[in-house]
């Protein structure tokens, strides 16, 4: 492993290495810009004219209009109607009375009476009263009564 201060030595010389090496690596393209020719500038060449065309009219083709076709209508056969039969009638039956079931009268269960404890009241102990300080004299006139 590595001393401690040895890594806080060359901690400071790697810092200074590497803004040398940025420095120089910026002053060699600096100067390759410098060195390299402007663009050349390229001449702007018209755009030739184009005629405009006329354009063709299509005929629109006559189609002409077709008799529609008369289909003879089937014949529909008449159906002899069937008669429903009458309803039966159904006769309204009284409904049975069913007795209702006596319910027993159960006695009520009997439930002692339980004495309530008394608790002890606890023993609150007086506290002097404490007085506000007096009201200080105040500069503003006191507003009126609002009637």
Partial sequence: ????????SSSPLFVVALL???????????????EYPPDPVVPELPHPAVPELPKPEL??????ELPKPELPQ???PELPKHEEPPHPIVPELPKPELPHPAVPELPKPEVPELPKPELPHPVVP?????ELPPKPESHYPEPEAKP
């Fill in 126 to 130: 007086e506290l002097p009263e404490h």
């Fill in 1 to 8: 492993m590595v001393p401690k201060n040895a890594v806080s």
């Fill in 59 to 64: 005929p629109h083709p006559v189609v002409p």
């Fill in 20 to 34: 040398l090496s940025c420095s120089c690596m910026i002053s060699s393209a600096a100067r390759l810009l410098e």
């Fill in 74 to 76: 089937p014949a529909v």
